[in-house]
């Protein structure tokens, strides 16, 4: 027989004992070390930095005056007609409805020889915070078998008609409902200053989830959706009140307008005759794709994300994942074939948003805060650091002497303040690590990419995934 182990056992509280020891040690060394940190040596440095800075905006006092020089807002390569005026958002999330309708005035403003001109964002804006609300109460009653907390369903009630959306999202409202001009559907407090109006909506529709999955689970899916569509004409009503009543749309409305020569003119239709009738037919909105650069996933795959849309029934969200060069390589083809460019990107990193400035330059944290960022695009967007939060429009790029982008020329939706006028001015070394989309005509995108577009069979990504993430 074997000789018995000599080793005495150790007890569960001799165990604890140690690993309470062992944390108060590691609290005390950190004690030390901190202690240590205020009394280091002279660093004239960091006494200047601290003396400055503590007393100032951090980012104005670190932004460093040799970029605004620099990015200057000057391109060789612009879209030949630049709508007007720049947009303001204000107290909203509906930049990507702002992006698109400054797509799609483009066309229509030369097309009709007009001066400043918008397209309703508010009509959009009605549409989709029903369709949305539609879109959450199916999907409650789709998933009334999955406990309340479960990562699906709570993920899903978090922000069931929040503001934002996707390109995809974007087409299915122009083909569902049409586009009418801003004159026709004006803007609302409620439009202008979404939050309250959110805050309102999303409580009640989280109650009736809740109760569509009672009914669900208890009587059947028929007896939900009966009720769900009470609960839409309840969501109507509150939406007409806070927003007004838009033209539906089937509905005729008579536009008066005047050219940019003063002349007087009258158009009669309906929102979806209008947007047939005015937007693009050498690029149909409806026709474009977006293409994605996401490091994380397989390039040369399409990719869509789970339980994200606005129309129930229609088309989910569709991304093409590609290098960043392709993302820029289709810009230029873009501009130059005179059409601007729906892009999305993670816009609060590196701006200077007086100046009107995305560079990665822009502001000194090594020397003015002793803080050296190192974590690639795919690591930000796997720790949550980085996604897409904000849609705009390039209108132009400048090439260097090689044809390679340098800088790019964006149409922004935060009113006319600042920047140029409203534009801003993005660097190529900043698009590489923050821009994430960009929307291509299909007539004017790389044959490969749209093979792959066609191919169908999408990798689909959790609802929570970055990539679902709503500009």
């Known amino acids: 027989m074997g000789a018995a182990q000599s080793a005495t056992a150790t007890t569960p509280s001799a165990d604890v004992s140690e690993k309470a020891i062992v944390e108060q040690q590691a609290v005390e060394a950190l004690a030390q070390r901190v202690a240590v940190m205020g009394v280091e040596g002279p660093d004239d440095k960091l006494k200047l930095a601290r003396t400055i800075l503590a007393k100032s905006d951090l980012k104005s006092a670190i932004c460093s005056p040799n970029v605004v020089v620099s990015d200057a807002h000057i391109f060789n390569l612009t879209v030949p007609f630049e709508a007007g005026p720049v947009t303001n958002q204000k107290s909203s999330g509906r930049c990507w409805l702002f992006a698109t309708t400054n797509v799609l005035r483009n066309h229509i403003i030369q097309q009709l020889n007009l001066g400043d001109f918008q397209l309703s964002q508010s009509y959009l804006f009605f549409a989709d915070k029903l369709e949305k609300a539609n879109y959450y109460l199916e999907l409650s009653i789709q998933h ?42 004006p803007e609302s407090y409620s439009s202008s200053n979404s939050g309250g109006l959110n805050s309102i909506l999303t409580s009640r529709l989280r109650e ?38 838009p033209p539906r749309p089937d509905e005729k409305f008579v536009w008066d307008y005047k050219d940019k ?25 409806l026709e474009a794709f977006s293409l994605i650069n996401d490091p994380r996933n397989e390039y040369n795959k399409l990719y869509t994300v789970e339980a994200l849309g606005n129309v129930w029934g229609m088309r989910s969200i569709a991304y093409v994942n590609t290098e960043s060069k392709r993302l820029k390589e289709a810009i230029v083809t873009c501009i130059k074939a005179g059409q601007p460019v729906f892009f999305g990107c993670d816009v609060g990193k590196f701006l200077d948003s007086p100046h009107g400035i995305m560079d990665l330059e822009v502001y000194d944290f090594k020397n003015a805060l002793s803080l ?100």
């Open 261 to 285: 020569d003063g002349k007087v003119k009258s158009w009669e239709g309906t929102p979806r005759e209008f947007y047939k009738a005015f937007t693009s037919k050498q690029y149909p909105a």
């Open 208 to 245: 009736m989830a809740l109760q569509l999955r009672d009914v669900t689970s208890g009587v059947g899916v028929m007896r939900a959706r009966a009720i769900k569509e009470e609960f839409m004409a309840e969501i109507w009503k509150a939406m007409s009140v806070a927003v007004g009543v």
């Open 144 to 185: 009334a078998s999955e406990p309340l907390d479960s990562r699906l369903v709570s993920h899903l009630a978090q922000a069931p008609i929040n503001d934002g959306g996707q390109w995809d999202m974007a087409r299915n409202l122009l083909d569902r409902y049409g586009i009418v001009p801003q004159a026709v559907f």
């Open 372 to 471: 050296n960022y190192t974590m690639s695009k795919a690591q930000r967007l796997r720790t949550g650091d980085s996604a897409m939060t904000h849609a705009m429009v390039i209108s132009g790029v400048h090439l260097d002497k090689n044809g390679n982008p340098v800088r790019y020329r964006i149409e922004n939706s935060w009113g006319d303040v600042n920047g140029d006028k409203g534009y801003y001015v993005m660097t190529d070394r900043w698009f590489d690590e923050y821009v994430f989309q960009v929307v291509v005509p299909r007539q004017l995108a790389s044959r490969d990419l749209v093979k792959v577009l066609d191919g169908g069979n999408p990798v689909v990504l959790p609802a929570w995934d970055p990539m679902g993430a709503l500009a």
